[in-house]
Nanobody, 123 residues
């Protein structure tokens, strides 16, 4: 059984920062992708930040240098610093992971979503 534990959501004022954390627990031998997506009002779910097997993070176009995504040494957790937040970024932020339980065996990987962390940015 694999679980994602998300933390760090909450309420902040516009212009301030917030850090989201996501930790994967369970039977995992390899994570090849991990990151955060969001669903804000009037928009479909979109990628915010993601780290693939290269280890280099990529970001949604709207980020414009404000966010930083990093993995920890276990490579089963990501920490996402979001700075200069605006009220339009109020929404639900979801952690996503693509993992293997028997990496290298030829078995397929699996994708898992977290339950979501609510973020409210007030003006």
């Amino acid at each position: 059984q694999v679980q994602l534990v998300e933390s760090g959501g909450g309420a902040v004022q516009a212009g301030n920062s917030l850090t989201l954390s996501c930790v994967a627990h369970g039977d995992i031998t390899k994570i090849t992708g991990m990151g955060w997506y969001r669903r804000v009002e009037g928009a479909q779910r979109e990628v915010v930040a993601h780290i693939g097997i290269s280890g280099v993070p990529t970001y949604g176009n709207f980020v414009r240098g404000r966010f930083t995504l990093a993995k920890d040494n276990t490579e089963k957790a990501v920490f996402h610093l979001m700075d200069i937040l605006s009220p339009e970024e109020t929404g639900v932020y979801f952690c996503q992971v693509y993992f293997y339980q028997d990496y290298g065996s030829g078995a397929a990987g699996m994708m898992l979503w977290g339950e979501g962390a609510q973020l409210v940015v007030s003006s």
